[in-house]
């Protein structure tokens, strides 16, 4: 089972620069690495996904190294409506997806 | 506008009942997926289905049951043998091709009466 480790809890402020990095020792190597942001009573949101080195979009980017074992989401200039959960997952066992707690991020003003 | 719709968003089930839970895509995806999440968990997977007629089942799949008779639906329903039946239900979507992220519905937030 490709599980995914993630720190519970971050804190942050407005305005700053967040990384929330992510293991994943037993990728393997076809394997997609997706990210979600999820508020509460909601679905996740898809936020971005890659397979390596680095990927960029308008709300965050992505940055995995070259052993692919971790991944680290970063999110520029966070705001107080950044928070929220956000997991990190790779597949399974075909298409099927481990969901761990993920990591609750909390910005301050 | 295409999505994932669940209905209703809130239900309530009494001791003994079964309860079932609408699930309707119109991004034409092949693969459906049921989750639970308990309150500050992560998503645990129910049930999947990779084609129309065709499921599996997922971690969680004691006191489930789902069918898939239409591309666009995948209802779950939660029989009166699943004993802790209070959470939120979230489907997701996907085209099933690798590299394709799953698309998830607003949920069900289920409750005992």
């Known amino acids: 089972l490709a599980k995914t480790t993630q720190p519970i809890s971050m804190d942050s402020y407005e305005g700053q620069e967040v990384n929330i990095t992510c293991s994943h020792n037993n990728i393997a190597t076809n394997d997609y690495i997706t990210w979600y942001q999820q508020f509460p009573s909601q679905g996740p949101r898809f936020i971005i996904q890659?397979?390596?080195t680095k990927v960029t979009n308008e709300v965050a980017s992505l940055f995995i190294p070259a052993d692919r074992k971790s991944s680290t989401l970063s999110l520029p200039r966070v705001s107080l409506s950044d928070t929220a959960v956000y997991y990190c997952?790779?597949?399974?066992?075909?298409?099927?997806?481990?969901f761990g707690s993920g990591t609750k991020l909390n910005v301050k003003p | 506008d295409g999505g994932i719709t669940q209905s209703p968003k809130y239900l309530f089930r009494k001791e003994g009942q079964n309860v079932t839970l609408s699930c309707e895509q119109n991004l034409n995806h092949d693969a459906m997926y049921w989750y639970r999440q308990d309150p500050g968990q992560g998503l645990r997977l129910i049930y999947y289905s990779q084609i129309v007629n065709d499921f599996q089942k997922g971690d969680i799949a004691e006191g489930y049951s789902v069918s898939r008779e239409k591309k666009e639906s995948f209802p779950l329903t939660v029989t009166s043998a699943q004993k802790n039946p209070t959470a939120f239900y979230l489907c997701a979507s996907m085209t099933g091709a690798s590299g394709q992220p799953q698309h998830f519905g607003d949920g069900t937030r289920l409750s005992i009466l």
């Open positions: 997952l790779v597949p399974y066992n075909f298409n099927k997806f481990y």
């Open positions: 890659g397979y390596k």
